[in-house]
C-alpha cells in the first residue's frame, strides 16, 4: 500500500453533495490517496472472508455453548438472550457490517474490531470514492462492488414487494444520510421504503406501528442494540424482522475478540485479547461496548500497573468492562495512521473505504481517503 498527493478536484465539493454525501465537513480528503497493488487487495479479501467466518463460529460458540457469556459479561437481560438464540437458530440474515483492520509493518491485515451492528461511513465508501475514481482515475480499478452488493443483498433478505421501514436518530445529519442511502439501495431493488425518527415508533401489545399507524413488520434501524436493551427491553422482542438481526448483538461487543483469541490463537488476523488485565504487555484498552474510538487508551502493563502510553480518549463509555487486545504499532503514511474499513454486504466482502487521523486512534474526527489499484 502506498500514498500518493494530488491536487482536489476544484468541484468536488458540489460534486459530492449531488450524491447525498453534505454531512461531509473537513471529512472527505482529496488531496491524497492510496494505492494496492492487485495482489494487496486479494489478501485483503481473503482476510475479510476469513475474518467473517471466525467471528460466525465465536457467535455459534457464545450463544449455543456460552450463553452464561451474553447475561453475565454484556448484561444482556435473559429474555432478550432467549431472542437471540431464536434469531440465531432461524438464520436471519444480515445484510452488512464492516471490520476494521490495522496493516502491520509486513502488511497482514490485523483484526481490530468488527463493526456488526450500525457501521457508518457506507456513502462515502461505496458511491462517492467511485465517483472520485471514475473522474481522476477512470483507467484504474478500486476495491469497490458494495453498492452493487447492497441493491442485491435486499433482494436476498426479504420478498419482492415488501414494505421495509428505516430508522434512527434522525438529529444526526450522519445518520440520517446513511438511512437515507441505504433506503435509495433498497429502492433500487424494488422495495417501497420510509424513512423516520426512531422515537416515533410506537410499541402496543408487541407491534411497533409508524406515526400513520401503519404496523411495522420490516425494518432497518441505524441505532445500536444495546441502547436499545437499555432504553425499551420489550421494544427489541416486538414482532418485527430486524436488520440488523438481534444475534448482530453478540458480534457488535469487543469481549467478543478474547472470544476469538481463545478459539483461534493462530490466525494471523487475529491479536491477542483478554478480559482482564494482563500481567505484562502494551495493549490497547477499549471498552467492551463503545463507538468512534471514545474511552479507548494505549497502555503499557508492568506488574499489574498500568502506564499510559497513549492517555484515553474521551466520551461516555467508560462505565463497564473493558478489553485488552495486543497493541500492534501503526504504520505512519505521510504522518497519519490509516485505518482499512472492510465492507461485508450479504455475508461476502465488497470492497473497503479507508479513514486516517494524526494519532493512532481513530475517531469521529478521522477523514476518509479513496484508493485506486494499481493499473500499470
Same mark, same amino acid.
Given at each position: 500500500? $502506498?500514498?500518493?498527493?494530488?491536487?482536489?478536484?476544484?468541484?468536488?465539493?458540489?460534486?459530492?453533495? !449531488?450524491?447525498?454525501?453534505?454531512?461531509?465537513?473537513?471529512?472527505?480528503? $482529496?488531496? !491524497?490517496?492510496?494505492?494496492?497493488?492487485? !495482489?494487496?487487495?486479494?489478501?485483503? $479479501?481473503?482476510?475479510?472472508?476469513?475474518?467473517?467466518?471466525?467471528?460466525?463460529?465465536?457467535?455459534?460458540?457464545?450463544?449455543?455453548? +456460552?450463553?452464561?457469556?451474553?447475561?453475565?459479561?454484556?448484561?444482556?437481560?435473559?429474555?432478550?438472550?432467549?431472542?437471540?438464540?431464536?434469531?440465531? @437458530?432461524?438464520?436471519?440474515? %444480515? *445484510?452488512?457490517?464492516?471490520?476494521?483492520?490495522? *496493516?502491520?509493518?509486513?502488511?497482514?491485515?490485523?483484526?481490530?474490531?468488527? @463493526?456488526?451492528?450500525?457501521?457508518?461511513? &457506507?456513502?462515502?465508501?461505496?458511491?462517492?470514492?467511485?465517483?472520485?475514481?471514475?473522474?481522476?482515475?477512470?483507467?484504474?480499478?478500486?476495491?469497490?462492488?458494495?453498492?452493487?452488493?447492497?441493491?442485491?443483498?435486499? +433482494?436476498?433478505?426479504?420478498?419482492?414487494?415488501?414494505?421495509?421501514?428505516?430508522?434512527?436518530?434522525?438529529?444526526?445529519?450522519?445518520?440520517? /444520510?446513511?438511512?437515507?442511502?441505504?433506503?435509495?439501495?433498497?429502492?433500487?431493488?424494488?422495495?417501497?421504503?420510509?424513512?423516520?425518527?426512531? @422515537?416515533?415508533?410506537? &410499541?402496543?401489545?408487541?407491534?411497533?406501528?409508524?406515526?400513520? /399507524?401503519?404496523?411495522?413488520?420490516?425494518?432497518?434501524?441505524?441505532?445500536?442494540?444495546?441502547?436499545?436493551?437499555?432504553?425499551?427491553?420489550?421494544?427489541?422482542?416486538?414482532?418485527?424482522?430486524?436488520? $440488523?438481526?438481534?444475534? +448482530?448483538?453478540?458480534?457488535?461487543? +469487543?469481549?467478543?475478540?478474547?472470544?476469538?483469541?481463545?478459539?483461534?490463537?493462530?490466525?494471523?488476523?487475529? &491479536?491477542?485479547?483478554? &478480559?482482564?488485565?494482563?500481567?505484562?504487555?502494551?495493549?490497547?484498552?477499549?471498552?467492551?461496548? %463503545?463507538?468512534?474510538?471514545?474511552?479507548?487508551?494505549?497502555?503499557?502493563?508492568?506488574?499489574?500497573?498500568?502506564?499510559? *502510553?497513549?492517555?484515553?480518549?474521551?466520551?461516555?463509555? @467508560?462505565?463497564?468492562?473493558?478489553?485488552?487486545?495486543?497493541?500492534?504499532?501503526?504504520?505512519?503514511?505521510?504522518?497519519?495512521?490509516?485505518?482499512?474499513?472492510?465492507?461485508?454486504?450479504?455475508?461476502?466482502? !465488497?470492497?473497503?473505504?479507508?479513514?486516517?487521523?494524526?494519532?493512532?486512534?481513530?475517531?469521529?474526527?478521522?477523514?476518509?481517503?479513496?484508493?485506486?489499484?494499481?493499473?500499470?
Amino acid at each position: 500500500m $502506498e500514498k500518493f498527493n494530488m491536487t482536489p478536484r476544484s468541484d468536488y465539493r458540489e460534486k459530492i453533495e !449531488a450524491l447525498g454525501f453534505d454531512f461531509h465537513g473537513d471529512y472527505w480528503r $482529496e488531496e !491524497a490517496y492510496y494505492r494496492f497493488t492487485p !495482489a494487496e487487495i486479494e489478501r485483503l $479479501e481473503e482476510a475479510t472472508r476469513e475474518a467473517y467466518r471466525m467471528y460466525c463460529e465465536a457467535g455459534e460458540y457464545i450463544i449455543s455453548e +456460552k450463553p452464561d457469556f451474553m447475561e453475565r459479561m454484556l448484561q444482556i437481560p435473559a429474555e432478550v438472550c432467549e431472542r437471540i438464540c431464536e434469531s440465531w @437458530n432461524r438464520d436471519e440474515l %444480515s *445484510l452488512y457490517g464492516r471490520f476494521d483492520f490495522l *496493516l502491520d509493518e509486513k502488511g497482514v491485515p490485523r483484526i481490530l474490531e468488527f @463493526n456488526a451492528d450500525t457501521p457508518t461511513s &457506507l456513502l462515502e465508501a461505496s458511491v462517492i470514492q467511485w465517483q472520485w475514481k471514475e473522474e481522476c482515475f477512470p483507467e484504474c480499478d478500486q476495491y469497490n462492488g458494495i453498492h452493487e452488493g447492497l441493491v442485491q443483498s435486499w +433482494k436476498d433478505i426479504f420478498p419482492a414487494g415488501s414494505n421495509i421501514h428505516f430508522v434512527g436518530a434522525l438529529d444526526d445529519h450522519e445518520d440520517t /444520510g446513511t438511512l437515507q442511502y441505504l433506503a435509495s439501495t433498497a429502492m433500487e431493488a424494488g422495495y417501497s421504503t420510509r424513512v423516520l425518527d426512531i @422515537n416515533s415508533m410506537n &410499541l402496543q401489545n408487541g407491534l411497533f406501528y409508524d406515526p400513520s /399507524g401503519e404496523c411495522i413488520q420490516k425494518c432497518f434501524k441505524l441505532y445500536p442494540w444495546e441502547w436499545m436493551i437499555d432504553e425499551s427491553p420489550d421494544g427489541c422482542l416486538a414482532q418485527v424482522e430486524w436488520l $440488523e438481526p438481534i444475534w +448482530k448483538l453478540v458480534m457488535s461487543n +469487543k469481549a467478543i475478540l478474547s472470544i476469538l483469541y481463545e478459539l483461534f490463537p493462530d490466525s494471523p488476523y487475529v &491479536l491477542p485479547c483478554y &478480559l482482564s488485565r494482563p500481567q505484562q504487555g502494551v495493549f490497547c484498552r477499549k471498552p467492551v461496548f %463503545s463507538r468512534e474510538g471514545h474511552n479507548v487508551s494505549v497502555v503499557d502493563i508492568r506488574q499489574w500497573e498500568e502506564h499510559a *502510553l497513549l492517555k484515553e480518549t474521551e466520551g461516555d463509555y @467508560n462505565t463497564g468492562a473493558y478489553v485488552y487486545q495486543e497493541y500492534v504499532k501503526p504504520v505512519a503514511y505521510s504522518g497519519r495512521y490509516p485505518v482499512i474499513g472492510s465492507w461485508i454486504v450479504g455475508g461476502e466482502p !465488497a470492497g473497503i473505504g479507508i479513514r486516517e487521523n494524526r494519532t493512532e486512534i481513530t475517531d469521529n474526527l478521522s477523514e476518509f481517503v479513496p484508493h485506486i489499484i494499481s493499473c500499470l
